[in-house]
């Protein structure tokens, strides 16, 4: 049973998905930082208020429901066009002299094209 544990904590995926939640953690605090800091106090600028509260009729917390839509939009935003686009270009200049080995062809395939060639062949000399 411990072996088995071991195996599934060693295993590189489990460990990548582990740092992965861990910088996203972190990552996180820094988003919102920029998305309160920033782009909210940009948008109460311009729209006259901070948030939408004024919205929220009988119950209803409308206000609230825009306000979480427009904070996930923001941070999808602040996280596409300052970390995965950059992030991005980044990969494609590091990578823009490297050539992709080719990969090996599998058995069957390898096969199969070699009888497409001879069927090919026969097709020509009658």
Do not use: C, H, W
């Not at 490297?98 to 097709?123: F, H, Y």
């Amino acid at each position: 049973m411990i072996r088995g544990f071991k195996d599934f904590v060693l295993r590189g995926n489990v460990i990548d998905l582990a740092v992965a939640v861990v910088i996203g953690t972190a990552f996180t605090a820094v988003v919102t930082a920029v998305v309160t800091g920033l782009i909210n106090p940009l948008i109460a600028a311009i729209g006259g208020a901070p948030s939408l509260d004024s919205l929220n009729r009988d119950g209803f917390l409308f206000g609230d429901v825009l306000d979480a839509v427009i904070n996930f939009l923001l941070v999808a935003a602040v996280v596409y066009f300052l970390i995965v686009t950059p992030m991005n270009r980044l990969f494609l200049r590091l990578n823009a002299g490297r050539e992709e080995e080719p990969k090996a062809v599998p058995a069957d395939v390898q096969l199969l094209t070699e009888i497409r060639d001879l069927l090919r062949e026969r097709s020509d000399r009658g």
